[in-house]
């Protein structure tokens, strides 16, 4: 059993930067995929970003490209989310998620992620 728990996020105007991370429990960290997805109001969990477990394979969602960075450090069971030039639409509850293993015709879909994070709040105000 693998347990998340993400910190940080807040509020921020259109522009600005935030970050938050995601601590995991378990000795076995090192072989989980990570993800982060989000849920904005009204709108259904979309993909944001995944990295493997050795950060060997990292991809990202269109529309945070080029603004937002995951990352991850094995030796404190964590994964990190930079998130740069931030838009309002950006506006969203982030969740941390992990999947055993790697998979690269599920790291897209949230239904194949077998741990998840409590979900932390981002408002982007304009």
């Known amino acids: 059993q693998v347990q998340l728990v993400e910190s940080g996020g807040g509020v921020v105007q259109a522009g600005g930067s935030l970050s938050f991370s995601c601590a995991a429990s378990?000795?076995?960290?090192?072989?989980?995929?990570m993800a982060w997805f989000r849920q904005a109001p009204g709108k259904e969990c979309e993909f944001v970003s995944v990295?493997?477990?050795?950060?060997?394979?990292?991809y990202y969602a269109d529309s945070v490209k080029g603004r937002f960075t995951i990352s991850r450090d094995n030796t404190k069971n964590t994964v990190a989310l930079q998130m740069n030039s931030l838009k309002p639409e950006d506006t969203a509850v982030y969740y941390c998620?992990?999947?055993?293993?790697?998979?690269?015709?599920?790291?897209?879909?949230?239904?194949?992620?077998?741990?998840w994070g409590q979900g932390t709040q981002v408002t982007v105000s304009s």
């Open positions: 998620a992990a999947m055993v293993g790697y998979n690269n015709n599920y790291i897209y879909t949230r239904e194949k992620y077998h741990y």
């Open positions: 378990g000795r076995t960290f090192r072989s989980y995929t």
């Open positions: 990295i493997s477990w050795i950060g060997g394979n990292i």
